[in-house]
Nanobody, 119 residues
Framework: QVHLVESGGGSVQPGESLRLSCAAS????????MAWFRQAPGKEREFVAG????????AYADSVEGRFTMSRDIRRNTAYLQMNSLKPEDTAVYYC????????????WGQGTQVTVSS
């Protein structure tokens, strides 16, 4: 079992930056990939960014491509989401999740961290 804890959220103005962290504990050897999702009020949870552990390959939603960068520190069992040029539409609760196999489902959801972008 993997336990995830997100941190780093906050309130910023448009154009500013934030870095989110997702710390994993437990059976971290079983992690195949990690990802960030977000859910805005009244909307469904959506994929933001993902990284395959040992290949370090990443994928991004079109809405954040070029502005967000996901990375992972395997030694610290922590994933990061560097968010630059934030927009009001980035406002959401951001969640971290993992999958144990390429074809598996995302799970072990963290509690989420709130990001608010407003002038």
């Amino acid at each position: 079992q993997v336990h995830l804890v997100e941190s780093g959220g906050g309130s910023v103005q448009p154009g500013e930056s934030l870095r989110l962290s997702c710390a994993a504990s437990g059976s971290t050897f079983s992690i195949y990939a990690m990802a960030w999702f977000r859910q805005a009020p009244g909307k469904e949870r959506e994929f933001v960014a993902g990284i395959v552990s040992h290949a370090s390959s990443t994928a991004y939603a079109d809405s954040v491509e070029g502005r967000f960068t996901m990375s992972r520190d395997i030694r610290r069992n922590t994933a990061y989401l560097q968010m630059n040029s934030l927009k009001p539409e980035d406002t959401a609760v951001y969640y971290c999740a993992i999958k144990s196999t390429k074809m598996g489902s995302w799970g072990s959801w963290g509690q989420g961290t709130q990001v608010t972008v407003s002038s």
